[in-house]
């Protein structure tokens, strides 16, 4: 039982650095979306999409992009990296008014 | 705009005794409300959730929760907690009816147990 799959769990990179997190969801849910975690701030919608080829933006968008070309996958995208964006990244998806299921984490370090 | 507000940061049980995590939550509309749990480390887990009906809802690893409108809360509940139930709570609203941005959180109450 896949679900809610991340690469890569764990990432260092260098300020102005650029990097894509992928996400792949293999429950056919037609809704995905990426948090941010950082500590005594709880989760915070970052980016969400409703379905294949669309995006909106959530609750702390800036500095990151994100596409979903296809159902199953959502990237989530840092062009330029900032030590600001140090934090642990969730991805995770479900059907319209339903439960949402949270992949493991990404880890991400900018230095 | 929604919010949800856990007001312990931090609770200490001893092992065995009984639970209580308080969450309160802002919503103008039906609300949908979940109860997630992240080990150190790890991904958030699904304890609990209320879409509707019964306001006492059974979850996973002998939880409860019970909502209560009038109150504008959903607290966590266990008679008797174990060592393994160390972990990070959160509680979540979202829109009942198929909202799409997903849900909002508080910001965690870190449960401690003692021997």
């Known amino acids: 039982n896949a679900g809610v799959t991340q690469t890569p769990k764990f990432r260092v990179l260098k300020t102005g650095q650029s990097m894509t997190l992928l996400c792949a969801q293999d429950?056919?849910?037609?809704?995905m979306y990426w948090y941010r975690q950082d500590p005594g701030m709880g989760l915070r919608l970052i980016h969400y999409s409703v379905g294949e080829g669309t995006t909106a933006k959530g609750e702390v968008p800036d500095g990151y992009n994100v596409s979903r070309l296809k159902k199953q996958n959502f990237l989530l995208g840092l062009e330029s990296a900032a030590p600001s964006q140090t934090s642990v990244y969730f991805c995770?998806?479900?059907?319209?008014?339903?439960?949402?299921?949270f992949g493991e984490g990404s880890w991400l370090t900018v230095v | 705009a929604q919010s949800v507000t856990q007001p312990d940061i931090h609770i200490t049980v001893s092992e065995g005794a009984s639970l209580e995590l308080r969450c309160n939550y802002s919503y103008g509309a039906t609300p949908y409300l979940f109860w997630y749990v992240q080990s150190p480390g790890q991904g958030l887990q699904l304890l609990l959730k209320?879409?509707?009906?019964?306001?006492l809802v059974q979850g996973i690893k002998g939880f409860e929760a019970e909502f209560k409108r009038s109150q504008s809360s959903f607290n966590l509940r266990k008679p008797s907690v174990h060592w393994s139930d160390a972990a990070e709570y959160f509680c979540a609203v979202g829109a009942s009816g198929g909202g799409a941005d997903g849900l909002t959180f508080g910001k965690g109450t870190h449960l401690i147990i003692q021997p």
């Open positions: 995770a998806s479900s059907f319209p008014g339903n439960t949402i299921y």
């Open positions: 429950m056919n849910h037609e809704y």
């Open positions: 209320y879409f509707s009906g019964d306001t």
